[in-house]
């Protein structure tokens, strides 16, 4: 059955550092999405993706987030200068269509950013 | 704006006992709504989803869900838990025709007694 995986499943890194965690969504999915998970907190939105260019995205996506599609397969979320309160769980998400409307999300298994 | 509520934070139940988790949510039409399970160390799993159409809808693992409109709500169900079942469960809330995201709930933390 095909899958979203995500690359790392775990980093730890110095505040202030960039990290880039990747996903690698389902072959024919057409909408990517980052979504978040503080420890112990909601899912969280965070952004869209579609047609190679942000569709939507959160309050928290802010300018220390970037998202890019490189190379028609992998999608990526770039936090620039990384804080201790950006520690969370990451989950990628992809979908055929609308994630409000009939497009399932299919979700990665996370990958987990430490702040120190 | 739209937000969902699931007002249990932890439930135990014994194996064999029947469930149901509570989801209400805020929303100024009919939403698209979802319950989504998350293992420990696992991603999101969806279980089933509410489009339209009958109320009381089908997803996998035994799981069910009805909608009701008069009381906002959406919620889970299974008649015999298993010890497998033991996961987090997110309610999550999606605008018809607009929105690309989904809305999730705080989730519901469910441990099953042998």
């Known amino acids: 059955e095909p899958e979203v995986t995500q690359t790392p499943s775990h980093q730890v890194t110095q505040m202030g550092q960039e990290v880039i965690l990747r996903c690698v969504p389902i072959?024919?999915?057409?909408?990517f999405y980052w979504y978040r998970q503080i420890l112990g907190q909601k899912v969280e939105f965070l952004v869209s993706f579609y047609n190679n260019e942000i569709s939507e995205k959160s309050e928290i996506f802010d300018d220390q987030f970037s998202v890019e599609r490189p190379d028609g397969s992998n999608f990526t979320l770039k936090i620039r200068s990384t804080k201790l309160e950006d520690s969370a769980m990451y989950f990628c998400?992809?979908?055929?269509?609308?994630?409000?409307?009939?497009?399932?999300?299919?979700f990665g298994e996370g990958s987990r950013l430490t702040v120190l | 704006a739209q937000s969902v509520t699931q007002p249990d934070i932890h439930i135990t139940v014994s194996e064999g006992a029947s469930l149901e988790l509570r989801c209400n949510y805020s929303?100024?039409?009919?939403?698209?709504l979802f319950w989504y399970v998350q293992s420990p160390g696992q991603g999101l799993q969806l279980l089933l989803k509410?489009?339209?159409?009958?109320?009381l809808v089908q997803g996998i693992k035994g799981f069910e869900a009805e909608f009701k409109r008069s009381q906002s709500s959406f919620n889970l169900r299974k008649p015999s838990v298993h010890w497998s079942d033991a996961a987090e469960y997110f309610c999550a809330v999606g605008a018809p025709g607009g929105y690309n995201k989904l809305i999730f709930g705080a989730g519901t933390r469910l441990a099953v007694h042998p």
């Open positions: 072959s024919n999915h057409l909408y």
């Open positions: 929303y100024g039409a009919t939403p698209y």
């Open positions: 998400a992809s979908s055929w269509g609308l994630a409000g409307s009939n497009g399932e999300l299919f």
């Open positions: 509410y489009f339209s159409g009958d109320t």
